[in-house]
Nanobody, 113 residues
Framework: QVQLVESGGGSVQAGGSLRLSCAAS????????MGWYRQAPGKRRELVAT?????STNYAASVKGRFTISRDKNTVLLQMNSLKPEDTAVYYC?????????WGQGTQVTISS
């Protein structure tokens, strides 16, 4: 089992920045990739960014150039700059393992205009 604990959410005005952090524990040796997803009210959960064990990254088109994902050992970070009201959502940390996914509890990000 893999446990994921997120931190760093909050409320900022448009144009501001936030950094999300996610610490993995447990059977971390089975993790193939980590990432961030988000879910806004009334919408489906969507990919924000992922990073593999060899540090290959992938971003949603809507965040490319504004968000940066990085990984340090068992922690994955999401630096979010130039935030927009449409970035408001609950952000979930994800760990991809052989046979499935593990999810964090989610952290709220609210951007005011």
């Amino acid at each position: 089992q893999v446990q994921l604990v997120e931190s760093g959410g909050g409320s900022v005005q448009a144009g501001g920045s936030l950094r999300l952090s996610c610490a993995a524990s447990g059977s971390i040796f089975v993790i193939n990739a980590m990432g961030w997803y988000r879910q806004a009210p009334g919408k489906r959960r969507e990919l924000v960014a992922t990073i593999t064990n060899n540090r290959s990254t992938n971003y949603a088109a809507s965040v490319k150039g504004r968000f940066t994902i990085s990984r340090d050992k068992n922690t994955v970070l999401l630096q979010m700059n130039s935030l927009k009201p449409e970035d408001t959502a609950v952000y979930y940390c994800n760990a991809l393992v052989l046979g499935g996914n593990h999810w964090g509890q989610g952290t709220q990000v609210t951007i005011s205009s």
